[in-house]
């Protein structure tokens, strides 16, 4: 079982950067591959990006490629995710999410793949 706790959203303007904190708690972090959801008012929960269990390896949404950036410290038992160049379109409600995971897995892109999941934080971008 594993606790995830996200901070760090807010209300920013567009071209603007946020950075969103994931505290995990419970068993190590380290044995789960994490990742960041989105979902926007009326539309489906969608895949953000992924981190396999060491950090060797991450993937992204097209979306947003090129734009934000996943990272943990297995030690602080965190993971972040770096958001820059934020759009209108990036407004939703972000969650981190824990899939246990073997230390040779590819980053996991499919909600199925992620058994615990935060309350979410919300992420505001004004034009």
């Known amino acids: 079982q594993v606790q995830l706790v996200e901070s760090g959203g807010g209300l920013v303007q567009a071209g603007g950067s946020l950075r969103l904190s994931c505290l995990a708690s419970g068993r190590t972090a380290s044995s789960y591959a994490m990742g960041w959801f989105r979902q926007a008012p009326g539309k489906a929960r969608e895949f953000v990006a992924g981190?396999?269990?060491?950090?060797?390896?991450?993937n992204y949404a097209d979306s947003v490629k090129g734009r934000f950036t996943i990272s943990r410290d297995n030690a602080k038992n965190t993971v972040s995710l770096q958001m820059n160049s934020l759009k209108p379109e990036d407004t939703a409600v972000y969650y981190c999410?824990?899939?246990?995971?073997?230390?040779?897995?590819?980053?996991?892109?499919?909600?199925?793949?992620?058994?615990?999941w935060g309350q979410g934080t919300q992420v505001t971008v004004s034009s």
């Open positions: 981190i396999t269990r060491n950090g060797d390896s991450t």
């Open positions: 999410a824990a899939g246990a995971s073997s230390p040779y897995a590819s980053p996991f892109y499919r909600p199925y793949q992620y058994a615990y």
